[in-house]
């Protein structure tokens, strides 16, 4: 397997997520409390690895990112103190941004329509977001359709939509997309390499 | 009576109705008065803060602004540890001064902190004590063995949840003690279930939930007390996909702390919902 080497990869990721990778050694003790360790491609600390070096095809391309459940272990035993579920969120948000969501992750998604959903009523819409992830992702059709009807025949899932102050939803989403977005934007154009100057004589810049 | 803002979250207004009903059975017994946030929002859960950290700070930020100024409460309860967890990582982020001028910007008003949280254990454990608690117990368990789980957001990162013992927590276990319940010591207290991953990578999920519901068992359970709907739906109904590969499992309940508590204090049936388990509750909680 080849690799590509983008020497900002752990800038970018200490920039969005504030968490700096170079302070991993590597202990491990992250994958070893790693519920989905085994069930990925790579493991917490392997990530961990690829973000110090730069291996973008390593960690933001991994399976890993998109199984993280969550569930904060590997930050609450890191030695280090590293946020290391954060570093996982972030790796997500820069293969969105980047167009490079593997096809294989599922759960990418499943947090797509999450967002869009909540963003779109105040509140969840569990049936429109299943409804949408089943269209969406065809191999998802059958997929626990008799539990489905399970649930709704026990009252457990509501065929409409319940909803919170939308407007106030629908503010604070554009504000906080547009922030982030022209922070983004002011970082991604400090990672830029410094062009050369037309003229460079001898003893010019470096 | 004490009075405290209610956030329910979108759960309990879905898959998690009987944890609403529950929950709120067990505080008007209990002498707690709830007040629901006006026109509450989504917290944002995992796809907000695996998409746009700003907003996942600032949705709690705006409930709890609402407690704060609105309701002139200090205390709000969250019984979903998914929310919970949110809020707290809320309260936690906005003692950074940008953070806390970004989501001003956001919620259109300052949030600086100040409202606490309590989730499912807490409410019973520190609001309304356990001494209190006891003291209105009508129909104690008699031994009734329960494993306490406690899954992944009621206690971790613990610098967000402030949880005193995030490896091994014992308030759950002593709320069921104080119900006559004798909680068992286990190994997948604190393990994660899978959470929303049973949406879209269910093989995982069936592993992770044949593991920690297995060793509860193991320990001499005879149930499962959890505070959190995702832990309680996936718990419940993957144990159904457990059984199709292995024909010889034997199920265990996955029993709400309110139902528990709600039992024993004598809510009614109706608000407990032990109608709405995929593995029958009534043998335990008859």
Redesign the interface.
């Known amino acids: 397997m080849t690799t590509t080497i983008d020497a900002t990869l752990a800038r970018r990721v200490n920039r969005?997520?504030g968490e700096n990778a170079y302070k991993c050694y590597q202990c491990k003790k992250c994958s070893t409390g790693c519920?989905?360790a085994g069930?990925g491609d790579f493991h917490p600390a392997q990530v961990m690895r690829a973000v110090q070096i730069g291996a973008v095809d390593a960690a933001v391309d991994s399976r890993f990112i998109w199984?993280c459940?969550?569930?904060?272990?590997c930050?609450?035993r890191c030695p280090q103190g590293i946020?290391i579920?954060a570093i996982m969120?972030e790796l997500?948000?820069i293969a969105?941004e980047e167009g490079r969501v593997r096809s294989d992750v599922?759960?990418a998604?499943?947090?797509?329509l999450?967002?869009d959903s909540?963003r779109r009523w105040?509140?969840?819409y569990?049936v429109e977001?299943?409804a949408l992830?089943k269209i969406t992702?065809p191999s998802?059709f059958t997929?626990?359709v008799a539990?489905g009807i399970?649930?709704f025949l026990?009252?457990?899932?509501?065929p409409l939509p319940?909803m919170?102050?939308r407007s106030?939803?629908k503010?604070?989403?554009q504000?906080?997309?547009r922030?982030?977005r022209d922070k983004r934007a002011i970082g991604r154009a400090m990672d830029l390499p410094a062009k050369a100057p037309a003229q460079s004589g001898p003893g010019g810049v470096a | 009576m004490s009075r405290v803002a209610y956030y329910p979250g979108c759960s309990l207004h879905g898959t998690a109705k009987e944890l609403d009903s529950s929950f709120l059975g067990t505080a008007k017994a209990l002498g707690v008065d709830l007040v629901e946030i006006p026109g509450w929002e989504c917290c944002g859960n995992t796809a907000a803060h695996a998409t746009n950290r700003l907003l996942a700070t600032a949705l709690p930020a705006n409930e709890m602004a609402k407690v704060k100024d609105d309701l002139g409460l200090e205390r709000v309860a969250v019984p979903c540890a998914a929310c919970f967890a949110r809020f707290m990582a809320t309260n936690h982020d906005v003692e950074d001064d940008d953070t806390a001028h970004d989501v001003a910007q956001v919620v259109g008003r300052r949030y600086t902190g100040g409202v606490g949280v309590l989730n499912l254990v807490d409410f019973y454990h520190d609001e309304v004590g356990l001494d209190t608690l006891k003291a209105k117990v009508k129909r104690p368990y008699a031994g009734l063995k329960v494993a306490a789980y406690y899954g992944c957001l009621l206690t971790r990162p613990p610098k967000v949840t402030l949880a005193e013992d995030p490896e091994y927590p014992t308030h759950m276990d002593d709320v069921l003690e104080t119900l006559g319940c004798e909680p068992v010591q286990w190994t997948f207290k604190t393990d994660c279930c899978g959470a929303s991953l049973a949406l879209c990578e269910q093989a995982v999920v069936v592993e992770l939930v044949r593991k920690i519901v297995a060793n509860a068992r193991a320990c001499g359970a005879q149930a499962i007390a959890c505070a959190c709907p995702l832990c309680q739906v996936n718990l419940d109904t993957r144990q159904g996909d457990i059984k199709k590969a292995d024909p010889t499992w034997v199920d265990v309940p996955i029993v709400y702390l309110s139902q528990f508590v709600g039992r024993a204090i004598g809510v009614g049936d109706g608000e407990l919902g032990l109608k709405k388990h995929m593995v029958p509750v009534e043998a335990v909680l008859a």
């Open positions: 969005g997520s519920p989905v069930f199984l459940t969550g569930c904060e272990t930050t609450t946020d579920a969120d997500r948000m969105r599922p759960f998604n499943i947090l797509k999450n967002y909540f105040g509140r969840l569990e977001l299943l992830d992702r998802s997929d626990d539990m399970r649930m026990k009252g457990k899932i509501n319940t919170g102050d106030q939803m503010r604070m989403a504000v906080a997309e922030i982030t």
